[in-house]
């Protein structure tokens, strides 16, 4: 292993701006949920990165934290999937910007 | 009669040598990439064949034999008839992801092999979580069945595909929830680790396989259900039924794409196969204590040609199902099962404690209840009430 | 060197497919470029030694995340590109100005402390048994914690997904 760990850290900023920017400036609902998951794997590969590159590898820390926000994530998912899904079928639209009454 | 189990280690052993050290590991690897894509090939070759004479044998026929002595070029035929078909891509079809399906639905499979133990250290790759790799490699097969239904731009196509990935889906939570009992028998996710916990003897000379406890036995009939389903056979191929959906995700695929995707299903089939061996049947090692000069990597050869047979057999034998079926059987009566499994498989670990007379008995008969009864009330809950007998009137 | 040529693979196809996810204006093709960040990402664990979470990355972001993103495209007639609607909203430079400051200012602060550019300790294993270890003594609660979660998340997406019955009146649910 010949690379430092701020080309890890480097690459994990880039995809999270990323992310955040087809976040906030795509308008489908689910790019915005593809933004959000690209986001939640930088961190994750924010974790790994230090756990591998830290003083205390041996207590598993990073890796642990990421076996649980793959889940959570995975969890939230299909959750905000089937949002979507419900409220395509109320407004027949999945752009983000149609959203804007709170009348069901 | 050790050099002959040992043969092929040593062939590759010897070749690498003929290289300098640095570049010796990736001779190696690459003699096994190889060994392995020419053996699975003309597994895949031999297997079209077996399977077309097997069913017309059981379905009081022949099967080809007209070209080469038995049949036995029919493959070759096949071959030569697949690369010379015009390769028709539809119009309106997204050319790339067109292209692209049948690769990266071949490809994922081929890996799946580097982690099987073919005999005695003959594993490809020995990774530490080679199950979960395994798996993992398993489910990036399903995107490539959207690819492939969505590509096409064609109705019959999509709804082929949605099809086809709802039940990959259903069917991945059986297979991987069975296979969760012997890992956690062996301890580990390695699988040179399942097979080594399998080779201790009872009463001196029966092997310790996997497949004679009542957990064991049960989750290898639930694994091959859930690896025919997976590999999308029948009675499991309502997405690529002829008369169903005129081949679902399929219709727009001929020549080599389409012989790319059919020895996609059947290296699932083998890599299916290959994994029910080692987790369930002891891998390469012998059943009894006698046998063990057979080379090992003739039992894994000999177990997995019997699993091959055994999905011939039930292709010949059984309807196809329903999607609605497919996926009930799916959610209410194997999911279930395998977790009523994972009970049974953790009071086989505890009652093995038991030191009374009979204990091994009182155990298996105990377990194995604990499997049946639950087994018996979700078949009949699935199947539902009887229709009334019939009645019948004749005309006078 | 080899190290350095499988991190610059991985980091191409990563952000390769996290920029053509984000851009393109296909949604289908959106989806399965993001398939292809995850899978590179599953690299970069699998380089890092962490065996069992690159397989895990695989098996639920490639193998679930990305058929349910597909699905639910399909569901919501995404892969119809309507001719006329851009596929940015119409203050989207706000949003790639946001993105870029943040950019900028991760990348400063990563730049600007010298114990980053630390090489990392040898012989650093994880493997699959210390993971079970630490999920089954330290990790116990999260663990059942997450089972929970994870059957909230199940009922409440079948539950949000189920079609309402057409007429109030008729008990057809």
Known sequence: MSTPLSYYLVVSALLFSVGLAGALARRNAVLVLIGLELMLNAANLNFIAFWRYGPHAERLTGLMFVIFSIAVAAAEVAVALALVIAIYRHRHTAQVDRFDSLKG | ?396 | MPNEIVFLLCAALTLGGAVAAMTMRNLVHCALCAACAFAGLAAFYLQLGAQFVGFAQLLIYVGAIAILIVFTIMLTRGGDIQPGVSGASHNWWVGLSVAALVLACLVRSIMSSPNLLRLPPANVAAPARKIGEALMNRYVMPLQTIGLLLTAALLGAVVIGLREPRHPDTNAR
């Not at chain 2, 497949?211 to 690896?227: C, M, R, Y």
């Not at chain 2, 977790?339 to 009979?358: C, D, K």
């Not at chain 2, 008969?365 to 539902?384: I, K």
């Open chain 2, 1 to 396: 009669m050790s050099w002959l189990d040992q043969i092929f280690v040593f062939l590759g052993d010897k070749i690498a040598g003929w290289f300098p050290a640095s570049v010796q590991p990736l001779v190696s690897a690459v003699l096994a990439i190889a060994c392995i894509m020419a053996v699975f090939g003309t597994c895949f070759a031999l297997t079209t064949l077996a399977e077309r004479k097997l069913l017309g044998r059981m379905q009081n026929r022949f099967g080809p034999n007209r070209v080469g002595p038995c049949g036995l070029f029919q493959p070759l035929a096949d071959g030569v008839k697949m690369l010379t078909k015009e390769d028709i891509v539809p119009f309106s079809a997204d050319k790339t992801l067109h292209f692209l399906a049948p690769l990266v639905l071949t490809t994922p499979i081929w890996l799946a092999f580097a982690v099987l133990p073919f005999g005695r250290h003959m594993t490809a790759v020995n990774l530490d979580a080679g199950i979960l790799f395994f798996f993992a490699i398993g489910s990036t097969s399903e995107l490539a069945v959207f690819m492939a239904g969505w590509s096409s731009q064609n109705k019959y196509s999509v709804l082929g595909a949605m099809r086809a990935i709802a039940q990959m889906i259903s069917y991945e939570v059986p297979l991987v929830m069975t296979a969760v009992p012997v890992l956690m028998l062996a301890g580990s996710l390695s699988l040179n680790d399942v097979v080594a916990a399998q080779g201790t003897h009872a009463f001196g000379w029966l092997a310790r396989w996997n497949v004679f406890t009542p957990w064991g036995l049960a989750g290898f009939v639930l694994f091959l259900i859930a690896v025919t389903a997976e590999s999308n056979r029948s009675p499991f191929d309502l997405p690529e039924g002829e008369s169903e959906i005129i081949a679902g995700f399929l219709i727009e695929y001929s020549g080599f794409k389409y012989a790319l995707f059919f020895l996609g299903e059947y290296l699932g089939l083998f890599a299916g196969a290959g994994l029910a061996v080692t987790l369930f049947l002891g891998g390469w090692q012998a059943p009894v204590k006698g046998l063990d000069w057979v080379p090992s990597w003739l039992w894994f050869g000999g177990k997995f040609a019997v699993l091959i047979f055994l999905f011939i057999w039930v292709r010949a034998t059984l309807p196809r199902l329903r999607l609605d079926q497919l996926l009930n059987f799916a959610w209410r009566f194997m999911v279930p099962l395998a977790l009523i499994n994972l009970l049974v498989a953790a009071a086989w670990y505890w009652s093995g404690a038991w030191q009374f007379a009979g204990a091994a008995l009182v155990r298996w008969v105990l377990c194995a209840a604990l499997f049946a009864v639950p087994c018996h009330w979700l078949g009949r809950a699935l199947r539902g009430p009887l229709p009334p007998p019939r009645k019948y009137s004749y005309a006078e």
